[in-house]
């Protein structure tokens, strides 16, 4: 190793690891030399991407020797329609990984640290220890609580002190599927320090039950330190467009616009989101289908002794009670790919996405042949 080298790069990237996203098909066929492959390690859209952004992007005729809107004008008139929102308060993202790279880079550096729940999306340790900012993962709820391993807003908010920059909160979170609870949210937004940076990821909120859900957008007009982040890629089924954005105050966008990349958001992927937001029929099939699989696959893992995590989102978690990689291994060989959790320092965890019916009982069949 060119140790010169190496000892350049600062502590905090020596201290990460590279992301290992879901497995992708074509490594799988090339592997195995499969060619009927499932997968459900990404939380894709089991629908497939929205129509109205397909029938946009089959149509285009555009040159594309041209950089994109660097300001994405189209798209953003139509994200302040759905929100309520002036095209000021919008920060358009290379999905919605970008706004929470963008955060750290504007809120978090060395002198910084930023606060998030144990067995959260993976991205915040990575935006945070890539600018050199300290991590405080505070522990999750126990398995025995109401909201079995998820976030526990109380020892986040004690965690919190004069060089906290960002705090981070998914509901529902990736990888467990849990949420928190909506007056619990409210509280804890409220009792940050306004000077803290609140990053709410809500890349899965379409998905979740509307009682439970928690209104976002009515916190923004009382919280100028308030970043909510949504994404393309999941109730849309555009993640391969990689479309994002946060909404915020003018304060917090303008900060984050002065470092995003110019045209962050290609051509394409402006395209395919403006025509998607058109597509209501397909949300709500999404929704729908994701509503009625969902507690059919928890049912079914725990009939087979499998303890599953509560979950809002389009994918659910369970406990193998033993190390899932073998489990996971099998299954490969059977075209069925799910994600094992051991990155998470979850190594007896699974989580599968829910697909269609046809893909549920797929993807229980490989399971019962794996565990044999």
């Known amino acids: 190793m060119n140790d010169a080298i190496w000892n350049n790069a ?54 594309l020797r041209f950089y994109p809107d660097g300001n994405a004008t189209p798209l953003k008139q139509k994200l302040a329609a759905l929100h309520h929102i002036e095209p000021a308060r919008i920060t358009l993202g290379n999905g919605s990984n970008d706004i929470l790279e963008l955060a750290a880079r504007v809120f978090l550096g060395p002198a910084k640290n930023a606060v998030f729940s144990q067995y959260a999306f993976a991205v915040y340790p990575i935006v945070s220890r890539a600018v050199n900012a300290e991590t405080r993962v505070v522990p999750a709820m126990p398995y025995n609580s109401a909201m079995p391993l998820g976030h526990d807003l109380d020892a986040m908010y004690q965690a919190i002190d004069s060089n906290t920059g960002v705090v981070f909160v998914a509901s529902p979170n990736n990888p467990t599927g849990t949420w928190a609870d909506r007056t619990a949210l409210e509280d804890f937004i409220a009792a940050v320090p306004a000077s803290v940076l609140v990053v709410l990821d809500e890349a899965y909120v379409e998905y979740q039950a509307a009682e439970t859900r928690l209104d976002s957008r009515a916190l923004l007009e009382h919280h ?91 994918f659910v978690t369970f406990d193998c009670g033993q190390p899932s990689d073998p489990i996971y291994q099998a299954m490969l060989r059977q075209g069925v790919i799910v994600r094992p959790l051991a990155s998470y320092d979850l190594p007896n965890h699974i989580r599968v996405t829910v697909g269609r019916p046809a893909d549920s009982d797929r993807f229980l069949a490989a399971l019962d042949a794996a565990i044999q």
């Open 10 to 63: 600062h502590a905090g990237i020596h201290e990460l690891h590279t992301y290992v996203p879901g497995k992708p098909i074509e490594d799988l066929e090339r592997e195995l030399g499969l060619n009927s492959i499932l997968k459900l390690a990404s939380n894709e859209n089991p629908l497939g991407m929205a129509p109205g952004a397909q029938t946009a992007l089959s149509e285009h005729a555009g040159d």
């Open 224 to 314: 100028d330190n308030l970043l909510v982040t949504r994404t393309f890629s999941k109730i849309y089924g555009l993640a391969g467009m990689r479309v994002g954005y946060g909404l915020s105050s003018t304060v917090v966008a303008d900060l984050l616009n002065r470092v995003r990349q110019p045209f962050n958001v290609h051509t394409l992927g402006q395209l395919g989101a403006t025509a998607a937001l058109d597509d209501h029929a397909f949300v709500e099939q999404s929704i729908a289908t994701n509503t009625a699989e969902r507690p059919r696959v928890e049912q079914a893992l725990r009939e087979r002794g499998f303890k599953t995590l509560p979950s809002a989102a389009n």
